[in-house]
């Protein structure tokens, strides 16, 4: 393509060629969706490659028009190179990393997909010659807030949280290895707890758990959670990735402020009314040193290389886990425009436009 | 006391003035007593303040000082010669818990505005607000505080230092800078003679300031003398028994106002059988250490940095520690078989700490036959997150300021070179291995209406003992999370003119 279209979210054109990885998770999706979307302020006219797992995969992605599938697997060193190189990715290729675990099968794939598929997309990436690789990481390198009322800075020490954050944590190091040795230009998004349309299952439990009413909180639910919903976050991977910001750069993606494990909990309520939903208000009240058990419990069944994810989501529930947006604003002119209230609407009327059952 | 050394006067000068001297032929068994209209107990930033403010308003003073009176300049700043003559125990005192936590104080003329870093900060207006709201202080106004901080601040000639910072200073503020991180620099209670660098400031500490000037009012200050206890009749106080070169003295007084600062203060009226809400809320600034080397000379060891990172205030604060080589081997200490060899690179070692604000709290108690309290402090489980993720973000910053290593101050510490090794720092920390210390110590007798808690009055006065009254440090009703002296002068002067309106000099 001759003249890149310029895009007014960042200073460099958009790319004549976009790969994703993890093409078909809730992100992914979501990704596709919008960068299709001729209605869409991410909307991109050039073509957009999904990587993705298999055949079943690929058919959630075969009815969005500009978008075209890929098979294989970020566990597979050889596979990625293979499909960058099918891809014909190169300089005007940009590479959106999004395939990862959080709640795997075995405790093993924590390492093996967030940790080693890294790796090898690194490597595949820089092999390639793309212009820019997008890492999606998270806040779990970085773990839980010391105190209630502290948020993470754009800068933090890692403390990766159990197997999950060390996995994230050893990807991003995968990346920044690449950027110090000057064979790729990568930078990376750091999304808290994310919500919104494409959703797994387990968020249909979500909002059925705060609707009747029985969501744990702890301690009064004064602990502050950063979540992102997902347009937002597609804003910020799309800043990042037009930006002229130096490789390396990291930055967190969350909504334009934390909020209490009671607000949410009454804004998804009020959301549910809003949409025609039944709604109990409040949650369940659990004393605080309930989380720090489920926390230990997590701790030790990982320790044996098993997951529970009921135990894992109890046992953050407890936390704070709350981040600072300014420099993501200043530098990349991030704005997220929707919020919570908002956020859990649109999630409510996808899921009903979709006939999931919500209670 | 002639004019020339009207301002600095010595200890043998002043220790002993208005004591009863024995003829030659008199029983050296024969009580020694001392007459006066208020005795203060300690001469820190608390007694010398008020010993100020009463001998200017006529009161007949008389200021007990167990320690010595030892001249700014006469001994090397945050040295072991230091620590021998002007600190309590040699500056040895230890809070039991688990971790332990070394505290230091000052005993000596002036207390521990004699040996502190001398950095200054007024007492933040949303503490005094918190304070009075929560502890019921009647009439604890901002406002007065506020202009009572501005006298001090003219008396103690606190300003910024002239000139460049130091090179421990200038690290802790480019790292903050690198990181986005709040910073600033702290003035101090010193003056810079013509032409010199801000390394060679004379510190204003109580020796040059207030008590010269309680002193020309009419104060006397007794040097060595050591007050056990204070007798009390129908809930009053009437004399205390003290000694001085271990003979008995006997002081009599019409008020006593005891500012022995945080621990000796609730000490002394637990002896004496004062208890009630005494010594049972101790509040500190817990800190940790970490050592960081640079790729050039940066030591300074006969001095602290300036700046302060409040990024993360009131929570979390990072500063610079004194650093001579016996301190930066101390600071190596905890990991010493890793650490040691970094000791022989000590001029490009400077030492840092991170402190907290506490939600944990501690008990000072008295315990008959012993001289020191026993005082133990017990760290909650935030705090020790709070240590640790400091600690971590502490070493972050010196990475960020270009530190080559990090050393920090705990048992089975990594070295931190890079980024990656501040995660394997925050695994392997747990509070019980580090070595955890404080300087600020307060609190053990807060003041306020609220009866369930507060040990005085909202002017200092104990609650059901008329003329026994605190103005110290163990007033603070918890820990300002900022260097505490000027508060402690900005409430101890607000409540000894709060006395003096109320109470007539005799005759």
Redesign the interface.
């Known amino acids: 393509m001759a003249d890149s279209p310029i895009s007014v979210l960042g200073p460099r054109p958009i790319p004549e060629h976009t790969i994703i990885t993890g093409a078909a998770g809730w992100l992914g999706q979501g990704l596709c969706n919008l960068l299709t979307d001729p209605t869409s302020r991410y909307y991109r006219p050039t073509p957009i490659t999904g990587i993705v797992r298999n055949s079943e995969e690929a058919a959630l992605l075969a009815g969005i028009a500009g978008v075209t599938t890929l098979i294989g697997d970020v566990t597979d060193a050889s596979a990625m190179l293979n499909a960058l190189a099918d891809a014909d990715a190169g300089p005007t290729t940009d590479l959106i990393h999004t395939a990862g675990v959080i709640h795997p099968v075995r405790l093993s794939d924590f390492e093996a997909i967030n940790a080693g598929g890294t790796r090898n997309v690194v490597e595949a990436a820089a092999k390639a010659g793309v212009r820019r690789m997008v890492h999606v990481s998270s806040n779990s390198?970085f773990?839980?807030?010391?105190?209630r009322?502290?948020t993470f800075?754009?800068?933090?020490?890692?403390?990766?949280y159990l197997g999950y954050g060390l996995s994230k944590?050893r990807g991003e190091?995968a990346v920044s290895d690449a950027c110090r040795a000057g064979i790729l230009d990568a930078v990376m998004v750091r999304p808290p707890w994310f919500y919104g349309p494409w959703q797994p299952l387990r968020q249909t439990t979500f909002f059925k758990m705060v609707g009747s009413g029985k969501f744990p909180m702890f301690g009064g639910g004064r602990q502050r959670r950063s979540m992102v919903y997902i347009e937002n976050l597609v804003q910020g991977i799309v800043r990042a990735e037009l930006s002229d910001a130096s490789p390396g750069s990291a930055w967190w993606v969350a909504d334009a402020q934390a909020y209490t494990v009671a607000e949410i909990v009454s804004t998804v309520q009020a959301a549910r009314r809003a949409e025609g939903l039944q709604s109990k208000d409040g949650g369940i009240k659990v004393p605080q040193f309930v989380a720090g058990g489920a926390v230990a419990a997590d701790r030790l069944l990982q320790r044996f290389g098993k997951y529970k994810q009921e135990i894992h989501v109890l046992g953050e529930m407890g936390a704070t886990i709350a981040c600072d947006i300014s420099?993501t604003r200043a530098e990349l002119g991030y704005d997220p425009e929707i919020d919570l209230l908002e956020g859990m609407r649109r999630s409510i009327r996808w899921c009903q436009a979709r006939g999931i059952d919500l209670g | 006391m002639s004019a020339a050394n009207a301002n600095r006067p010595r200890a043998s000068e002043s220790r002993g003035d208005g004591v009863r001297r024995r003829s030659p032929g008199e029983d050296r068994n024969a009580d020694r007593s001392l007459d006066c209209e208020i005795l203060i107990v300690g001469s820190g930033a608390g007694g010398s303040t008020t010993a100020t403010v009463l001998a200017e308003a006529g009161f007949d003073v008389l200021i007990a000082e167990e320690g010595a009176w030892v001249d700014q300049g006469s001994v090397i700043p945050f040295s072991l010669a230091q620590m021998d003559s002007q600190y309590r125990s040699g500056g040895v005192t230890v809070a039991l818990g688990a971790p332990s936590i070394a505290y230091t104080e000052g005993r000596c003329a002036g207390g521990g505005t004699e040996v502190n870093s001398g950095l200054y900060r007024r007492p933040p207006g949303e503490v005094i607000d918190r304070w009075r709201s929560q502890y019921q202080i009647r009439d604890l106004d901002p406002a007065e505080l506020d202009s009572i901080a501005d006298e001090v601040e003219k008396e103690l000639s606190v300003c910024l230092t002239p000139g460049t910072p130091s090179e421990p200073s200038r690290i802790l503020r480019d790292g903050a800078e690198a990181l986005g991180w709040q910073n600033s620099e702290i003035p101090r209670w010193m003056t810079y003679p013509e032409g010199t660098t801000g390394f060679r400031g004379e510190r204003q500490s109580m020796t040059r300031t207030y008590l010269p000037r309680a002193m020309a009012a009419g104060a006397r200050l007794v040097t060595g003398l050591t007050i056990d206890r204070l007798i009390t009749s129908n809930g009053r106080a009437t004399s205390a028994t003290a000694r001085q070169d271990g003979r008995p003295v006997t002081v009599r007084f019409r008020h006593v106002i005891v500012c022995g600062g945080a621990i000796q203060t609730p000490a002394l009226l637990q002896r004496s059988g004062i208890r009630k809400h005494i010594g049972r809320s101790l509040a500190v600034h817990p800190t940790v250490k970490l050592a960081a080397r640079f790729d050039h000379e940066v030591n300074v060891p006969d001095d602290v940095p300036v700046h302060q990172v409040k990024e993360f205030a009131p929570a979390l604060s990072f500063g610079g520690s004194a650093s001579n080589p016996g301190l930066v081997a101390l600071s190596l200490s905890d990991s010493w078989r890793d650490f040691a060899p970094a000791v022989e690179a000590w001029p490009s070692i400077s030492v840092y700490y991170a402190a907290i604000t506490s939600e944990g709290r501690g008990v000072v108690q008295a315990v008959p036959g012993m001289r020191d309290p026993i005082v133990t402090y017990r760290l909650t489980r935030r705090d020790k997150d709070l240590l640790r993720s400091g600690l971590a973000r502490l070493a972050l910053l010196m990475l960020a300021a270009g530190a080559q290593e990090v050393y920090p101050s705990f048992r089975g510490a990594p070295i931190v070179r890079n980024r990656g090794d501040l995660a394997t720092l925050q695994e392997r920390f747990a509070a019980a291995k580090a070595s955890v210390m404080t300087v600020h110590l307060c609190s053990t007798v807060p003041l306020g209406e609220d009866r369930s808690r507060c040990g005085a009055d909202s002017y200092g006065r104990v609650h059901g003992y008329p003329n026994v009254f605190v103005n110290d440090a163990s007033l603070l009703p918890d820990a300002p999370g900022v260097n505490p002296q000027g508060s402690v002068m900005a409430l101890a002067i607000r409540n000894a003119r709060h006395f003096a309106r109320t109470e007539r000099p005799r005759g």
Request: proline share 21%.
């Open positions: 390198p773990g839980l807030n010391p105190d009322n502290d800075r754009h800068e933090e020490p890692y403390r990766p944590m190091q420099v």
